[in-house]
């Protein structure tokens, strides 16, 4: 499955953002779908997980403010962020985990 990322947008601190990828092409159903980041002049980190089976995982410095979801019907995943702080600026990948196929990301700024 190969996917578009959208919703990255310039907020403050404290603000929430819910970031959409849609999926196209494959079986999204069987697809499990990483959430990466990428800050200026850092290189890509994991953020979060939703299986195919809708288990769900996060890195610790987002656990409790953000929630990955998915709906199969919509082949999207997003990625609602909430209390949003400047360290979570960053570019907003998702990522096929069985493909490996990235989507173009998408811009999320933070201001304090």
């Known amino acids: 499955v190969e996917f578009v990322e959208s919703g990255g947008a310039v907020v403050q601190s404290g603000e929430s953002l819910r970031l959409t990828c849609v999926g196209h092409g494959g079986l999204f159903s069987l697809a499990t779908v990483d959430w990466y980041r990428q800050a200026p002049g850092k290189e890509r980190d994991w953020v979060a997980r939703?299986?195919?089976?809708?288990?769900?995982g996060y890195d610790d410095s987002v656990k409790g403010r953000f929630t990955v979801s998915r709906d199969n019907a919509k082949t999207t995943v997003y990625l609602q962020m909430d209390n949003l702080v400047p360290e979570d600026t960053g570019v907003y990948f998702c990522k096929d985990t069985d493909t490996q196929a990235w989507g173009q990301g998408t811009q999320v700024t933070v201001s304090a």
């Open positions: 939703v299986t195919w089976f809708n288990t769900t």
